[in-house]
């Protein structure tokens, strides 16, 4: 059973146009049927095609992706300068991401010998076109629903008031980008979004289906990336649900074309 309970307001919102590099602030979102536009569309992967991510190379976590005006990427790091990632066209690859094998295009050997030598690996990187075909889990979605090279889920929604419960049992004040959120919105009560069911803008809608299990990365400083044990002990204490670490919610893209930062949100919640 579900009822209308209260609103929530968009407070920021965050794209991420390559999977476990830097995010971007933005002031909207705009949405095609793999998720926000330009969020998560690129990839590392080793030579085999596997992802990789922060979890093994904490060093992505300062690549920093820009996007211009055309929506054409580059990446930036310390010490390795600024690299153009060509616009499509590359050799068809396929690339393995969460066990998905999913065809996408790669991006040359520049890039790729940049990516390489500055995480002292072998990796490349590869682009989701928009032909590509990657399925959300069936369990939670409807037929035919797509997602970029994201976890899971095309939209993580997180709230303003349980990051701040979770920074204050830390005694840190925990950045929200360490949880790689798309969409944060205030108004609510910690923890308050573990039980809703839809965020809805007239006849749009997220459609809010499962807690997201939060892995070593928000655990680390964003700039050191050493572990930081007063985090990992906070979320043990006050995110712990059905025996699992649990911060913010993924969620399902339903009627809408994009998102705004001051949104406001109708919550539909589901009663215990």
Not at 58 to 74: F, K, R, T
Not at 99 to 105: N, T
Not at 110 to 123: N, T
Request: proline share 5%.
């Amino acid at each position: 059973m579900c009822f209308p309970m209260a609103f929530v307001t968009v407070s920021s919102l965050f794209i991420y146009p390559v999977k476990s590099c830097a995010g971007l602030a933005v002031s909207s979102l705009r949405f095609d049927q793999q998720g926000p536009l330009h969020d998560r569309r690129y990839m590392v992967v080793d030579p085999d095609g596997k992802f990789l991510t922060q979890r093994q190379l904490p060093a992505m976590a300062h690549i920093y992706p820009q996007l211009d005006e055309a929506g054409e990427l580059s990446l930036a790091a310390a010490d390795a300068g600024v690299i153009q990632v060509p616009a499509g066209g590359g050799e068809w690859l396929e690339v393995n991401v969460w066990g998905d094998s999913v065809q996408a295009q790669d991006c040359g050997a520049e890039v790729a010998s940049w990516l390489s030598d500055l995480l002292q690996r072998p990796c490349r990187l590869v682009y989701l076109t928009a032909d590509s075909q990657r399925l959300v889990d069936q369990r939670y979605a409807e037929a035919g629903e797509l997602v970029s090279f994201a976890d899971g889920f095309p939209v993580l929604v997180v709230s303003e008031s349980s990051l701040q419960a979770l920074s204050e049992e830390a005694g840190l004040d925990i950045d929200v980008r360490r949880f790689r959120p798309n969409v944060v919105v205030s108004g609510s009560a910690a923890f308050a979004e573990l039980q809703w069911h839809q965020l809805v803008a007239g006849e749009s809608s997220l459609v809010l289906v499962k807690p997201c299990e939060r892995c070593v990365i928000p655990t680390r400083d964003m700039v050191t990336q050493q572990r930081q044990p007063a985090v990992t002990a906070a979320l043990k204490s006050i995110c712990l649900h059905k025996n699992k670490l649990i911060f913010g919610v993924n969620a399902l893209v339903r009627e809408m074309d994009s998102l705004h930062v001051g949104q406001v949100f109708d919550i539909v919640a589901v009663s215990e």
